[in-house]
Structures are given as structure tokens and as C-alpha cells.
């Protein structure tokens, strides 16, 4: 399964999905050079509700996806194939908010992914303390897809790693049976709601 994580230069992307792939610490260094093109992680995660064995993990690909508009010709390539995407951005960075609003069109427009393949982080460099910020502006304008304060060290960006890893599953069999039942005659399945606007 491949899940893209795509958004602003310098909005947290790396340390997520350092954070996701399990590589030390929760993924907060603030260190971090910024990702050139692209940089591909793998990880192994159940996608069913009972503890997971070899046999019911599922290889994901995590592509960690540079923000930098230089390598905007190279976008075709990484929304090959995509399962689905996690948006990140930095509300406290003024322009992050209207940079991720055009990053959100670009890649759910030609993957055609559905709302519920894509997920947006509204990412904080620092704990934001007992009480949630308010919504984003970029909540009002993608209604249908899911958006999150998220920081370092709180559980929020790998549960809800796990719910987009199930719901991106749960399209991917639906295409499946489709496609099966469209080969052998039969009638297709119902499929839930169609690609995010």
C-alpha cells in the first residue's frame, strides 16, 4: 500500500514519517535537512483489529514527499499508484495554510483517491497544551476530509495512521470485487463516496 505524506517545506513531514516507520524517538528533531525529491520508507502494519501475525501484515510504503515546488514536475510520478495521502501542515506558518489548500487539490485531483484516503495534519512544532487549537480555514474548504491538530509525542498521528491505513483497504477491496465481478458478469458491489473535490 502506498501512502503519501506531502505538504509544505518545513511543516514536519520527515519527523511523521520517521515517527510512523518507528525509528527512534517520536520523531520530533527539529534537525531535520529537507528531503530531496523524495525519500521512500518501508513498514510492516496489521490492518485488522486482532494482534497482528505474519501473516496479516501488510507492507507500506511510506513516500516522504519533498515540499518544495522545484519538484513539482516530478508530482505525476509520485501519485502514481497512491493509496492514499496525509497532508501536513504548520498552522502557525501563515503561508502553510494557503500552500496546503493548493497541495490538497494537485494530488487528490488526479489520483482520484476518495475523501477518506486522505487525511490533513494540522501539525504543531510544539505541544499545544490541555486545550485544541481551533479548526483551520482548511477545514471549511475540504469538509469531507478528516483534519487534525497533531504534535510530537501524542498518539493522535499514528491512530489515525491506522484508521486511514483501514479505510484505504477497505477501497482498495471494493475496487477489487468490482473489477472481479465486472470480469465473471456479476453485479458490482455499492462503493462508497467518489474522489474528494
Known amino acids: 500500500m502506498k501512502i503519501l505524506v506531502v505538504g509544505p517545506t518545513r511543516s514536519g513531514k520527515t519527523g511523521i514519517v520517521n515517527a510512523l516507520a518507528e525509528l527512534g524517538g517520536d520523531g520530533n528533531n527539529t534537525n531535520t535537512n529537507p528531503t530531496v525529491g523524495v525519500r521512500i520508507l518501508e513498514v510492516y502494519r496489521s490492518l485488522e483489529e486482532r494482534p497482528a501475525s505474519d501473516q ?42 494557503r500552500e496546503i489548500e493548493t497541495l490538497v487539490r494537485a494530488f487528490t485531483t488526479p489520483t482520484q483517491l476518495r475523501d477518506s484516503q486522505c487525511v490533513i495534519f494540522a501539525h504543531h512544532p510544539q505541544p499545544f497544551g ?10 471549511k474548504t475540504f469538509p469531507k476530509i478528516g483534519v487534525l491538530h497533531t504534535t510530537f509525542g501524542s498518539e493522535t498521528i499514528r491512530e489515525e495512521f491506522q484508521r486511514l491505513l483501514q479505510r484505504c483497504a477497505l477501497v482498495a477491496f471494493e475496487k477489487r470485487d468490482a473489477e472481479e465481478r465486472q470480469i465473471v458478469g456479476g453485479p458490482a458491489a455499492p462503493t462508497a463516496p467518489g474522489p474528494a473535490q
Open 56 to 97: 496479516n501484515r501488510t507492507l507500506i510504503e511510506l513516500w516522504d514527499c519533498s515540499g518544495d515546488r522545484k519538484y513539482e514536475n516530478c508530482w505525476p510520478a509520485l501519485q502514481k499508484d497512491a493509496d492514499g495521502i496525509i497532508f501536513v501542515f504548520n498552522p502557525e506558518n501563515k503561508t502553510h495554510e
Open 130 to 139: 490541555m486545550v485544541e487549537p481551533p479548526k483551520p480555514k482548511v477545514a
